[in-house]
């Protein structure tokens, strides 16, 4: 059963009741090893499932354009003095609706459609916001981007400081969507600072990993933080703006009255508890465990005869490069979700298949490791994966419904916030 329980709404409309319920048991049921994903604590979904969802609040607090703010402007003030605490940083906005919103209100804050923004191609594990063609910000800027080295599937920092030179963007991005290293954000920073572009570090995927002090932070390097709220740091789906003090007010007018109108109270609210919560000294066990499950996972399927790309991990993701298998990501990733293991096709840096259908699959250890799972069940882990990829080259669907028989009864013993 859903925990806070659905009992009204079941009453009300019991096909969407339904339809939750059917989720959270699938949540319960399977390995979710979908990087960017997690679980939220039962206190954040409370938080977020609140009549602050009926409240207008544009603007800041004490300076809004409605009435009744008595108790929206503290918990916004609360979610930003969390911010704040738990980065070390000396501004947050904690407004933005989502990631991609976000870094939107950074294109608007510190440049102008036309010119020239640079960030880590999409193929090479960068954000689509990064510049990609496809998306606004590709299509609005001259994007330029940067790639990782064919060999070891690292940032090359020589080609990333040649283009900067070369084309003097107003904005360098770093960080990404499928980046399984550390990222060396002083490095970024010297070449931001000889080309007088400002560096943003994009923390949407390890931003429960630095401020759980399991990654170095980019506070003192990156003029510009941007991060989302729901991945690593577990909250709820949102995301939030940092910066120094000179940055402060361009990123806030481009948040609003720029890009967006309401913020969603509710998700502040939800914010502010999952920032509450990053900042006990439980959560630096749950971020360095990410870490500790990631590596003996990348160890465990290495010696499964598994290519991953750079080798292994430094952070919460791996990237398995099946291109030595007879088989692509997609029918890979199907296969692991039969047998109970959710993940995502993603392309590999250089890949030689396209991108619907592409050579890698990325896989997380966040959601994982907050259900309570540790290094010595990533063998366990391993063997699965290993045992699905040979069904799904052999077209073998009974063995796949026996993992997910296994999975089930392996997660059976770890409890799920929000399910009971
Ligand atoms: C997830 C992500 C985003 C976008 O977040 P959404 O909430 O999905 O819009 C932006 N940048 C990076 C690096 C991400 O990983």
Redesign the pocket.
């Known amino acids: 059963m859903h925990v806070p329980a659905l009992n009204v709404l079941t009453q009300a409309d019991p096909e969407l009741a339904g339809l939750i319920q059917g989720e959270a048991e699938r949540q319960h049921d399977t390995l979710r090893m979908i990087a960017?994903e997690n679980y939220v604590s039962q206190a954040v979904l409370e938080a977020t499932g609140t009549v602050l969802t009926n409240k207008y609040s544009e603007g800041y607090p004490g300076k809004r354009y409605y009435e009744g703010q008595k108790f929206i402007d503290p918990i916004e003030e609360l979610a930003i003095a969390r911010a704040k605490s738990v980065f070390g940083v000396d501004h947050a906005n904690v407004q933005p609706y989502?990631?991609?919103?976000a870094?939107l209100a950074v294109y608007m804050a510190l440049a102008k459609p036309g010119d020239t923004i640079m960030g880590m191609a999409l193929p090479m594990g960068g954000?689509l916001?990064?510049g990609w063609s496809v998306s606004a910000t590709g299509a609005w800027f001259r994007a330029v981007q940067y790639t990782v080295r064919r060999e070891d599937g690292r940032i090359d920092f020589d080609e990333v400081r040649d283009i900067a030179l070369r084309e003097r963007p107003k904005i360098i991005f770093s960080?990404?969507?499928a980046i399984p290293r550390t990222i060396d954000f002083p490095r970024f920073a010297e070449i931001a600072r000889e080309v007088d572009a400002v560096l943003v570090a994009?923390i949407?995927?390890i931003a429960g990993l630095i401020a759980g002090g399991a990654h170095p932070s980019p506070v003192g390097h990156a003029e510009v933080i941007?991060t989302?709220t729901?991945?690593t740091l577990r909250g709820p789906?949102g995301?939030m703006l940092m910066s120094d003090e000179k940055h402060a007010k361009a990123l806030d007018k481009a948040v609003f009255p720029g890009l967006q109108g309401g913020p969603h109270n509710h998700t502040t609210a939800g914010i502010a508890v999952a920032l509450g919560e990053a900042s006990k000294p439980e959560f630096r066990t749950y971020a360095h465990q990410v870490v500790a499950n990631a590596r003996a996972l990348a160890d465990a399927l290495i010696e499964r005869g598994f290519d991953l790309v750079s080798g292994g991990t430094d952070n919460h993701l791996i990237l398995l490069d099946l291109t030595s298998k007879s088989i692509g990501g997609k029918p890979v990733a199907r296969a692991l979700d039969r047998a109970g293991i959710e993940t995502n096709y993603n392309t590999v840096p250089y890949d030689t298949r396209k991108p619907f259908d592409p050579s890698g699959v990325r896989l997380g250890t966040p959601a994982l490791t907050t259900r309570g799972l540790t290094e010595s069940q990533m063998p366990q882990v391993a063997d699965w994966i290993s045992r699905a990829v040979d069904a799904a080259i052999k077209d073998d669907e009974a063995v796949l419904d026996t993992i997910a028989a296994e999975v089930r009864e392996l997660l059976a013993g770890y409890p799920m916030p929000g399910w009971h």
């Open positions: 960017s989502s990631g991609s919103p870094n954000h916001t990064h960080g990404g969507t994009d949407a995927h941007s989302t729901h991945k789906r995301a």
